[in-house]
Structures are given as C-alpha cells and as structure tokens.
C-alpha cells in the first residue's frame, strides 16, 4: 500500500507539472489573484499613499474606485496606478474630481452602484493631502491665514471623510466588515512653520475617526488612522523645511530609513482581513518605530 500511495503521488505530481507548463505562470498568478465582487474607495488614489493602497488591493482581487484631482501636467502618475491595478487583473474606476464638492462625491457613487453590489465596499482609504502651508498669525493680514483657507483644509483633509462615509453607509455600499482609514501624520501633535491649519486638519480627521469607530461598530464596520512615518511624497515636499525633516527622520528612525507609501500599503492589506475586525478607533503607527524616538 505504501508503494501504491507513492506511485500514485508521483503520478499526481506529475500530471500537475504537465497543466502548470501548459496553462502558463501568467494564466496561473491572474487565477490565484482572481477578482471578487470587492471594491476599494480610494481617496488620492494617483500617487502617494493613496496609488500604493490601490495596487497592494488589486493585487489581493480587490477593485479600485479611485478618486484624484490632477492637471495635465501631473494626470501620468494616475493613468499609471491605473495601468497597475488593470495590470494586477482588477477593475479600476478612476475618476478626476474634487473629492470635497458634494455633487461630485454623488455622482463617483452614483457611477459605483452601479457596479458594485450591496455591501462589496470593503474599504475607504482617506487620503487626501490639499491644504494651506501659511502661519496663522504673520506680520499681516495678507501673510496669515485667512478663514476661507482654513475651511478648504478642513473640508479636504478631514470633513470630507465624514461625508463620503455617509454615502457609501446609506447606499449600502459599505456595510458588515467594512474598513473605514484615514492617513495622518505626527504633524497632528506637533507644531512646524507653517503647518498650523494642516495640523488642526489631522487633529480634527482623528477626532472623526475616534466617533465614526463608535457609531460604526453596530454595523460591524471599524474606523482607524494610519499615522505614517515620514513620507517623501509630493505633499511632504511642499512644506517648508521639508529636506530638514527628512534627514531628521532618517537620523532617528531605528530602522535607519524614511517610510515609504508601500510600507502603509502592506499595513492597510492586513488591517482589511477579516482577523483585523477588533481593531478600531485607534491611531495606528506605521513608521518602523519612529515616533517613538522622536522625542
């Protein structure tokens, strides 16, 4: 019997490794990367956090409802996530609009429904990184902040996930074992040049955040922040100082580098498993133990 059973494991073997050349290795990874009925809304979906998110879920089957808003001078980098994810075998639904006016969040959900079915939103990624890098107070008026600049920041950077996850919920888009994440940063506790409106903005996404965990848990949907390590992205690049921030960030990382966005993209596909849904209302650090060296 033994020999029977090794003969016959043989021939199994072997008649697998026949189909394996026959059927190709590309047929093969888009077969175990198969696509389910799963979308992604994800907010800043061309570069970034947000262009990272989308690939690592495409290539665990999800789709991708992307949400950007670029120029002609900067479009390349979305057509490009977007290749990625289509190239990773899942649907991509781009869309370049203002992810903050409310009819245009109507009509990017209008456009899913009409696709996805109920309760195949597993995620909404908030990563939406536009507003104003002026002091609150300077030497004038004309220097400081003005209250129209402080309540774009606040809408981009933090209301608008209020709103968008209003939608998807009463849609019944986002439902039982969904994941609702938002993208923070240090700059929420602390004070740099500059950076006061965007920080009150990170301080007020975390707030949401912390309610939206409590109001969404009877649906059995979590909320979390991301506060992600020093970043070299496009929006880190805009703050003033920002070559002195990232040296400080290598400096005293124990891990002796910057984040990078595949390193949040890693942590984001694990926290949309179904083992993550007793994490929730929590800043969740993803900086290879920065923050905690920073003083």
């Given at each position: 019997?033994?020999?029977?059973?090794?003969?016959?494991?043989?021939?199994?073997?072997?008649?697998?490794?026949?189909?394996?050349?026959?059927?190709?290795?590309?047929?093969?990874?888009?077969?175990?990367?198969?696509?389910?009925?799963?979308?992604?809304?994800?907010?800043?979906?061309?570069?970034?956090?947000?262009?990272?998110?989308?690939?690592?879920?495409?290539?665990?089957?999800?789709?991708?409802?992307?949400?950007?808003?670029?120029?002609?001078?900067?479009?390349?980098?979305?057509?490009?996530?977007?290749?990625?994810?289509?190239?990773?075998?899942?649907?991509?639904?781009?869309?370049?609009?203002?992810?903050?006016?409310?009819?245009?969040?109507?009509?990017?959900?209008?456009?899913?429904?009409?696709?996805?079915?109920?309760?195949?939103?597993?995620?909404?990624?908030?990563?939406?990184?536009?507003?104003?890098?002026?002091?609150?107070?300077?030497?004038?008026?004309?220097?400081?902040?003005?209250?129209?600049?402080?309540?774009?920041?606040?809408?981009?950077?933090?209301?608008?996930?209020v709103f968008w996850t209003q939608d998807l919920v009463w849609r019944g888009l986002l439902g039982e074992g969904g994941r609702v994440l938002a993208m923070s940063s240090a700059g929420s506790t602390r004070a740099a040049k500059g950076y006061g409106m965007v920080s009150a903005a990170k301080a007020a996404l975390e707030a949401y955040i912390r309610q939206l965990a409590v109001e969404l848990a009877p649906r059995g949907i979590t909320a979390n922040t991301i506060r992600a390590g020093v970043t070299d992205t496009a929006a880190l690049q805009k703050i003033p100082g920002s070559d002195a921030i990232k040296d400080h960030a290598?400096?005293?990382?124990?891990?002796?580098?910057?984040?990078?966005?595949?390193?949040?993209?890693?942590?984001?596909?694990?926290?949309?498993?179904?083992?993550?849904?007793?994490?929730?209302?929590?800043?969740?650090?993803?900086?290879?133990?920065?923050?905690?060296?920073?003083?």
């Amino acid at each position: 019997m033994p020999a029977l059973l090794s003969l016959t494991s043989t021939g199994v073997a072997a008649g697998t490794a026949l189909w394996l050349r026959s059927v190709g290795a590309a047929t093969i990874v888009r077969a175990m990367n198969e696509v389910t009925d799963r979308w992604a809304v994800v907010l800043g979906v061309s570069s970034g956090f947000g262009a990272a998110v989308a690939v690592e879920l495409a290539h665990k089957g999800i789709n991708i409802c992307g949400v950007h808003l670029d120029r002609r001078s900067t479009i390349a980098a979305a057509e490009k996530t977007r290749a990625a994810i289509e190239a990773a075998g899942a649907k991509a639904l781009f869309f370049n609009t203002n992810a903050a006016d409310a009819d245009k969040r109507t009509e990017v959900v209008d456009a899913l429904a009409a696709q996805a079915v109920s309760g195949s939103v597993c995620l909404l990624f908030h990563s939406l990184a536009f507003g104003s890098l002026v002091p609150l107070v300077d030497d004038d008026r004309k220097g400081s902040a003005r209250p129209s600049q402080a309540a774009m920041t606040l809408d981009v950077m933090a209301s608008s996930l209020v709103f968008w996850t209003q939608d998807l919920v009463w849609r019944g888009l986002l439902g039982e074992g969904g994941r609702v994440l938002a993208m923070s940063s240090a700059g929420s506790t602390r004070a740099a040049k500059g950076y006061g409106m965007v920080s009150a903005a990170k301080a007020a996404l975390e707030a949401y955040i912390r309610q939206l965990a409590v109001e969404l848990a009877p649906r059995g949907i979590t909320a979390n922040t991301i506060r992600a390590g020093v970043t070299d992205t496009a929006a880190l690049q805009k703050i003033p100082g920002s070559d002195a921030i990232k040296d400080h960030a290598r400096a005293i990382n124990p891990r002796g580098r910057l984040t990078v966005p595949e390193d949040v993209a890693k942590a984001v596909a694990l926290l949309v498993e179904p083992g993550a849904a007793w994490i929730s209302g929590n800043v969740l650090g993803v900086d290879g133990g920065e923050d905690i060296t920073a003083g």
